[in-house]
């Protein structure tokens, strides 16, 4: 498992493009993601959460469990998976290294744990440090973890603090950086070049784009939710056009044996790896 996480921390390092992280929902999108050639996936708690009818990021926890059981099945897959535990799905650092275990165990390479709480306010800081710790000690160097901060998710975001949260982090144990919201290239350049970490930043519509993000020192982007809120429109959408009669489905839709190959590939590679 050290050697997967090794790996997928030297994506971080190459030089050229940052690597781009895709974010899957269930089985097939990361399956597909894979077939497609990403050599990483990421989860996405929202569509985590959501294709279970749970909340996300509510504090409560209530897809702690689905995502443990998604996390154990993707890990089977040959892609490298990263998990995003949310907070953690606890205030207290024991309980949040001890899923981290378990994640580890499982074959996943990386978590993504954020500072952000359901009152739309930031976890004190020396709480969401002694997570971090906690977390890499208990791995002992198994998974990469992203520390996130939602300062940029706020109002009244300001450079300063996310300068002083990103150290503390870095300085508690973070592998990476992630810092969603943040869209200035000016901005993004000044805390790339402060940190020894890599940054992450979360790909935006209008945004700046990849070669943009790679000149500023950006190692990693990330997808976040977008490619789960893409395919909720993009079945509504078909579904409409059916009813509607209002034109020609889109290009590219998997065959029904195209999309049943991913499920007998993530069969074959949990042959392969149990």
Sequence with gaps: ???????????????????????????????????AGFRAVGTTSLGVAAS?????????????????????????????????????FSDHPEEV?????KLAEAGIVGVNIEDGRADSTLADLDRQCAVLRAVKEATDGRLFVNARTDTYWLPGAHVTQTEDRLAAYEQAGADGLFVPGLRDVRTITRLASKL?????????????????????????????????????RGAVAAAEAVRDGSGPLPAGIPSYAETQALSDAFASAAVTRG
Excluded: Q
């Design 97 to 101: 290294a001890a899923l981290a275990v």
């Design 196 to 232: 020894t970490a890599p940054l992450n930043i979360l790909h935006s519509p209008d945004g700046p784009s990849l070669p943009e993000l790679a000149a500023a020192g950006v190692r990693r982007v990330s997808c976040g939710s977008l490619l789960f809120r893409a395919a909720l």
């Design 52 to 88: 279970a009818g749970l909340p996300d990021g509510n504090g409560s926890g209530a897809a702690r469990e689905e995502t443990l059981r998604l996390a154990r099945g993707l890990a089977r897959l040959s892609v490298l998976v990263s998990v995003d535990i949310e907070g953690g």
């Design 1 to 35: 498992m050290t050697l997967r996480y090794e790996h997928f921390r030297d994506l971080h390092r190459s030089p050229g493009a940052p690597l781009l992280l895709p974010n899957a929902w269930d089985h097939a999108s990361a399956a597909a993601l894979a077939a």
